[in-house]
């Protein structure tokens, strides 16, 4: 996904993953002998050719599919470290030194075993290692309307079977813990910037990318998540 409905607010100067592959392994046929290549027709030798191409692009694909999802959780075990440092006093922690994010707060799903640290920032290169906090919007587990944006094929996933009732927690820098229950999802154009709105309630909007099995990303739909702050911490 890229930037999330709404251009950041902030400071630093930023910058779509491809969509992840969900299939399995390729059957890989037989390569015909030299003296069969020899006596094909052209037609032959060029259908040929297109099936090599084809395989090769779909292994090309698959192997891009899992660098994806291997870097997605790579980056969020590096955060989690950075999340503890931050927890014990310590602010903008980055979890690499190169990085130009830091996590800010803590999202869970208990119900669906999801357990993710959000990133400030909402730009495309943070996305890509892990749900990001729009700038411009209150903290997850402050008071206000939170805007979080993550792929709909790694981190964010899971909205796709989300459903109302369902409970989130956020934890904040200093450990507090929020819970949120969602009330809707639903399916809007990029530029229904509303979504982001301050309205005086304490809640969380989480944006991804619409359809989730579309074959490429980036279209102009976008998957939002409402959920209200229930009065519960801990």
Request: one cysteine or more; charged letters at 25%; aromatic letters at 8%.
């Amino acid at each position: 996904m890229g930037d999330v409905l709404s251009k950041p607010q902030y400071r630093r100067a930023s910058d779509r993953v491809p969509l992840g592959i969900e299939s399995a392994l390729p059957w890989v046929p037989t390569p015909p002998s030299i003296d069969r290549l020899k006596k094909a027709s052209p037609a032959r030798k060029l259908g040929l050719a297109v099936a090599a191409l084809l395989l090769a692009l779909g292994v090309w694909q698959l192997g891009a599919g899992l660098y994806i999802q291997a870097k997605a959780q790579l980056a969020q075990i590096l955060v989690r470290s950075a999340w503890e440092r931050t927890l014990a006093g310590e602010r903008q922690v980055k979890p690499w030194p190169w990085a130009d994010t830091w996590p800010v707060a803590r999202l869970a799903v208990p119900d669906r075993d999801i357990d993710l640290y959000v990133l400030a920032g909402a730009n495309g290169r943070t996305l890509a290692f892990g749900p990001g906090h729009l700038f411009g919007t209150p903290l997850p587990g402050e008071k206000g309307n939170s805007v979080i944006g993550g792929h709909r094929d790694t981190h964010l996933a899971f909205l796709r079977d989300t459903k109302p009732g369902t409970e989130l927690r956020a934890q904040r820098p200093d450990g507090v813990w929020r819970h949120y229950r969602v009330k809707a999802g639903t399916v809007l154009d990029e530029k229904d910037i509303w979504v982001t709105r301050q309205d005086g309630r304490t809640r969380m909007t989480l944006i991804t990318c619409y359809p989730f099995d579309a074959v490429r990303a980036g279209g102009p739909q976008r998957y939002v998540v409402f959920a209200e702050a229930i009065d519960r911490k801990g």
